[in-house]
Structures are given as C-alpha cells and as structure tokens.
C-alpha cells in the first residue's frame, strides 16, 4: 500500500478549514478566518444580506469593510454608497477603514486581521496579495462575500497548483514587478485560470516581504485563485505588533502533487513593460523604450508600499519631473503614508514634482485623481492596463515597476530605469 | 429549462471592465440604470440590439476576466442577456454568474455566427444552433452549482435553508 501523496499549501489551508483531507478537484465547505469588502463591491453585499433576511454578520470582529475606490467621494453617488457602508458598520459592529485609511489590501495584513495559514476571502479580485504572506485568500463576488459574512463559511473548489521555481539574483534596477509581468508574459491572461500559483525557490527568499505581495497581489491577472508561498523568517518578523493572533504557517509537502511546473532563472531579466490593453501583452523595455507619456502613476496595492516609494525617491532625489508629465503618488495606507514622510520620501518626490493623493485605489480604477485626456499615454506602477481602465477608453496604459515609472516621469518618455542603478544593487 | 435567442458574439478575453466600467459601477446601485452602459467598450450598441428580444452573449476564452464586480452579471442580466456561451470562463465571473441567476455555458463556440438562432437546453447539455442546424454538447454544472442555479441564485438558496446546504 503507497501513502496518500503530499499535499500543496492551498490543499493543505482549505483542508484544515474544511475539517476534511481535501485534494485538489474537491468541492468543500470551509470556515473562513476573515472577509472583506471594498466600495465597490461592499454595497451589493450588504443588499444581498438584506434579501437574504440577515441582520448580523457571523463575527463582527472577522469583519471589515474599506472604502478606498472612490476615497474621499468625488460625486454624491459614490457618498450615499459610502453611508450605507457607514451605517452596516454601525449596525453590525464590522470594522469599517473610512476616508484616508489606505487601500484594503494593505490595511488587512497590515492591521493583522489575516495571519499565515488564514483562509479568508474578499470582495475584491486582488485579495489574492495575501498570498505572499502564506495566506490562502481569493476574490469573490458580493454576494459569495455576504453569505460568507452571514455564516463565516464558503464553498471552495479546491484548486490544482501550478508551481514557479525562481531562482538567480535579480539585476541591480529590476524588481519583483518585472518578474511577476514576465510571467504574465509568459503564460497568458488565462495561463492559471482555477489554479492556485504557488511561488518558491531562492530569488523569492531574497525578496522583502512587499516585494512579495507585488508578486502574489497579480495572480489574479494570469487567472489564478490564489498566489502562495511559504512563510519564512521575514514573514513572521513582518507581523510583528500587527496585531494579536498567533501565525500557524503552512508549508507544502515535498511530495505534493503539481499540475504544472515551471523553473525560471532571473539573473538576466530586464526591466518589463505591459503594454496596452492588457496585461499580458508584455514586452522587454527596450520595445517601447522612447514612447511619450503624459502622466505617471505609483501607487496601488501592487505596488504603493514603502519599499515603492522608497525605489522612485532614491530615483527622484534632486531631479524634477518632465514638464509636459503629470505624476501622481498614492501611498497604499495611511501608515506607509506616514513612514514614507518619517523617511523623507514624500518631501523629495513632491520637490521633484509629484502631486500626492489620498491613500487609496482612485487613478487606478479611474474614479478620480488622475483620469488622462484622449490620446494620452499613462505608465503605471497599478495591475491592470484594461481598455478605460483609468476612466478613459481613448488613453492608454503601459503597466512596470516604480523604479521605471520614476525613471521615465523624468524624460518623459518609458525609460529603463537601470542607468541610475549603475554600480550596484541597492 | 430550455432557453431561445439570437447569438451576439465577441472575442476571447472580454473583461469585467469592458462588460461594465468601473467609471459607472462605482456610482450606483442602479441596475438598470447601469444595464445602458453593459459592454459598451466594445460595443456601445450591445443594449439596444440585446434588450428588445433577449439574446445569448457568445465568446471565445476568458470571458469575464478581471475584477470581482458582481455588476458584469447584473448588468448583463437587466440587459437581457439570457445566457453566456462561452469556451472558457474566468473563475469569479462563473461564480458571480451563478450566484446572481445569469446561466453560464462552456461549449465550443467557434462555429456559431453572429444572428445565429440558438436554443440552449440547459439539463440536456446541448446547444442548438437552429440556423445552421447543428447540436453543440457541453458538460452538465457540477452538481454544486446546478443546486445554487436551481435554488434560484445563492440568496435564494440562503433563504431557503437558513445557509449553506450543498
């Protein structure tokens, strides 16, 4: 008789949340440790709690809401949205993160409401950035969210596992974004669909933590469920005073069982450039090295982390951006928001010349704060790079890291972002 | 349930996005209001030639990719979409679309045209394309989902047992 093969992390977190050996193919219902929802999405859950006949959520403490896609409000629309979000808090007892707070997918981990091993859910299809912190957590609709809400439960499908293996060390001025858009490159828009992605080997152990959930924040965009990796050392260092629950990381089995396996050694990648409509229409820098832009953008739950910040300022420091550019900062929370003025960041990207908005999602979802003109080219730290994306169908998007969203608001043109890297890694 | 309308067909990797724009969705709860704006990055005619008689929105892969938002369904529902064929859905569009009541279709699409009358037998499994006269077969919902789509979307299945009863 052979033993059962090993599991995967994401076999491994839905089976212990299922009370079940649940395998991969399997339909299970499991109890979630959080759930999350957005502006956006927040709304439509709480009608369907309503019709559902449901006036509490299963644990006001497991619960919270962010209002971050349209923050502060640009159109009264958008408000009496926001009340209603105000007022279910205020019923409920669920936290709600208002006006200033930051994007959601920086506050949940940063506030410590997710620990490794968690499985959680939400309301949004980047909530797989937790992954990066040995999290199982997935996008669902709204009304996936209020039944989770209601109950504290969800049905999975448990999904198969498709491994990356990354190895070398990265190029001084390369960064986890160029890798993530390489493989996005790589294997397509719908390269994972119903898949988890599992990230591992020695380039993701030299990565920080932030650079990680830049990584895993974009699985969604090959079609994954999910973008997991092993808790380390940095991991459990990271939630340190972020709250008060105990870390039970997760990792795979040596022999788990994998749909699909890649190996990829970094050490020659270059800096990497989604171009537009979409995000796997990815292409090496030097295709579109030269092309005008007008606007510049870092920011996001991709990549609006103090690490980010830190990357364009060291780029930006005693230089001034294009004057036919337009550059826009929004650091992902409140807090980062803060470290990065403690740490001077702020003060030199706003003497070069950048206009810092409200930590939250605006210019990337085109609500507000930064909508370009028709005709106009836009480079982006954001995930997406959709046809209108940013509010404007006529306005294209070309998606990298902050390191050559800096570099090019600079020239005002897309610029490899490497030439101020020259003489080592920083 | 059997289910008849004309084919209106797109490409493959039709985002969230473009089915309704996050430049409207975030203003409103409104679902008819919104359904105006349904695919319009695309095709700003989708509604007027879809909600008069009813249509199916056919596909190639990935449709629905994207964001999370459960108003690509809606808005596809009050457009009078009567299903999506498609060869391949994203993950949470296939979910929102079956929590919300919008019956979704994996088959091979390739050989239905634009105008083409289709009927879609959804307990059989078969697509027929009256125009041409050729079956289509696609694989029955898992039997999670068909229990949701039947129980009339997962409100109503809430509704109905106090909970999760799958």
Redesign the interface.
Known sequence: MTAPAGKTIAEKILSAHAGTDARAGD?V?ADVDFVMGQ???S??AI??LE????EKVFDPAKVALVID??SPSP?E??SA?HTQMREFGKRTGAKIYDVGCGVCHQLIPENGHVVPGDLMVG???H?CTYGALNVFST??????G??AM??G???F?VPETMRFTLSGQLPAGVFSKDVILHIAGLIG??GA??MALEFDGPAIDAMSVEARMTMSNMA?EV?A?AGLMRADAKTLAWFEGRGTRTPAPVEPDPDAVYAVTHSIDLSELVPQVAKPH?VDNVSPIAEVEGTPIQQGFVGTCTNGRLEDLGIAAGILAGRTVHPDVRFIVAPASKRIYLDAMAAGYIQTLVEAGAAVVTPGCGPC???HNGVPSDGENVISTAN?N????M?N?NAFVYLGSPATVAASVIEGRITDPRKYFEGGAR | MKLTARAFKYGSDINTDYIISGKYKFKSNDMEAMAVHAMEELDPDYYAKVSPEGGFLVAGTNFGMGSSREQAPLVLIHSNTKAVLAKSFARIFYRNAINTGLPVVECDTDLMDEGDELEVDLEAGIVRDLTKGTDIPFPPLPPVMATLLADGGLVEHFKKHGGFAL
């Open positions: 339909i219902v502006d956006g999405t709304p439509l009608r369907a019709r559902m006949g449901v896609h349209s159109v629309g958008v949205l309301c949004d299809s909530t996008g669902v609709g709204s009304t996936d209020a039944a209601a109950s439960k969800l049905w499908k828009a719908d669909t119903y969604i079609g469920k979409s979802v085109g609500t997406r959709f046809k209108g994306r509010g169908s």
